[in-house]
């Protein structure tokens, strides 16, 4: 597998991008803006995997109402999803068997009082199986011209057994690649499957984390050499912070690897924070763009750093007790000798008590504590443009 010969693009879709049928409408548009997606990853739709919670934990209590009320809450949102799309019979037949699985799992769930991560992984792939299933069946019918494969993505990320938070098996994964997705190529194919989930060597599902389809997406990129990664949310890119926090926050044309993962790390939920990993190691760019708005560009991750100093955005983390790690995030933080005093000073101007933390070439984090998150978080923000 060469990356010269294989420009293939990954992109993957969050949980509000399939939110309902006028979403996922919009995910089959950017898809067919661009021949060079080969492989489209899918989260669960919005808020199911918490759903799926939901489900596990009535069951514990035995509450038959509420699991019953939730199994039908998931059913009828898939549903509705379906009659919009017109999905092929087939395709309700799938997501049939689909609810049949969280049914049997939910009443065993209750039955027992009890469940395990390994259960819990089980439930948790019901919600990507659900979606992915729609997307693939809504892409045939609307890109005609490509000839679209969905496969089950536990054939391909192996992982160890550490059900929650399954560490991915690199070599395997790239040996499953080749097999499922590069021998079978032809100029149409469009492959579809899930994020998020994978199968340990016993065949047992595994899952990567919460909000670990980002992972999946590089995983498989890394996996056939992807020529880019592309993370596709509800935002036009990676911003200077959370822009639902912070409105003046501004979108951010390029940022390094290093970067985008202190940031992800430190408490930026737009990327999980292990998905720079897989695509630092063979130099893939990794685009984030909002699938509403394609024409409004995104961010680039990429290998090049710069070599000056300079701030580009600020991140907030909870920690207990309403303590708050937050970092500033940028180049060459390190080599401004007094940088960690110049923010405190100004926390300090804000009546915030902070004390340094951490301080790399990346970032520079400190501590506070406080009840007002909001305030804290804005007046960090403009320590950027100050
Ligand atoms: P998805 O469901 O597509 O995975 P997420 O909710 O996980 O989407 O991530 C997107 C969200 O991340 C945005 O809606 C935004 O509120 C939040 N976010 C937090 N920090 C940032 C940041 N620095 N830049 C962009 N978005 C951010
Ligand atoms: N659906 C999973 C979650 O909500 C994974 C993801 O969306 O990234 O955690
Ligand atoms: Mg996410």
Redesign the pocket.
């Known amino acids: 597998m060469s990356a010269k010969l294989n420009p293939w693009i990954v992109a993957k879709?969050?949980?509000?991008?399939v939110r309902d049928a006028g979403a996922m409408k919009k995910v089959a548009h950017v898809v067919g803006l661009n021949s060079a997606i080969k492989l489209v990853i899918i989260?669960a739709t919005?808020n199911t995997t918490n759903q799926l919670e939901f489900v596990a934990q009535a069951g514990l209590r035995g509450d038959e109402n509420v699991l019953n009320a939730l199994m039908a809450e998931i059913e009828t949102k898939h549903l509705k999803i379906a009659d919009e799309l017109e999905t092929s019979v087939q395709g309700r037949k799938d997501l049939g068997v689909l609810f049949q699985e969280l049914r049997a799992l939910g009443f065993q769930i209750s039955k027992d009082k009890s469940y395990t991560a390994k259960t819990m992984d089980i439930l948790y792939s019901l919600g990507e199986r659900m979606s992915s299933l729609l997307i693939a069946d809504y892409l045939r019918l609307s890109l005609p011209k490509r000839h679209v494969i969905f496969f089950d993505a536990r054939k391909v990320i192996k992982t160890n057994s550490e059900f929650q938070k399954a560490e991915p098996q690199i070599d395997l994964i790239e040996e499953n690649a080749k097999e499922v997705l590069l021998e079978r190529n032809t100029p149409d194919t469009l492959y579809v499957t899930q994020g998020f989930i994978g199968e340990d060597l016993q065949g047992h599902t595994t899952t990567l984390g919460r909000?670990g389809?980002?992972y999946s997406a590089a995983l498989f990129g890394e996996a056939i050499r992807a020529s880019e990664i592309q993370?596709?949310?509800?935002?036009p890119?990676?911003?200077?912070?959370?822009?639902?926090?912070c409105p003046d926050?501004r979108?951010?044309s390029k940022i390094s690897y290093d970067e985008a993962t202190a940031?992800a790390t430190l408490?930026?939920?737009?990327?999980?924070p292990r998905t720079l990993e897989p695509a630092k190691r063979h130099s893939i760019p990794v685009f984030?763009g909002a699938?509403q708005a394609p024409e409004a560009g995104g961010t680039y991750v990429v290998k090049e750093r710069e070599h000056t100093f300079k701030l580009k955005?600020v991140?907030v983390l909870k920690k207990e007790n309403n303590q708050w790690l937050v970092s500033l995030i940028g180049s060459e933080l390190h080599t401004v000798k007094d940088l960690p005093q110049q923010f405190i000073q100004f926390l300090a101007s804000g009546n915030f008590q902070a004390t340094l933390v951490d301080l790399t070439a990346v970032s520079l984090s400190v501590q506070v504590s406080t009840e007002e998150r909001e305030r804290l978080h804005q007046l960090a923000h403009k320590f950027l443009t100050a």
Do not use: N
């Open positions: 879709f969050g949980g509000s991008s989260s919005y909000e389809s980002d993370i596709w949310t509800d935002v890119g990676v911003a200077s912070t959370d822009p639902r926090i926050a979108f951010i940031l408490g930026a939920k737009v990327l999980f984030v699938t955005a991140s």
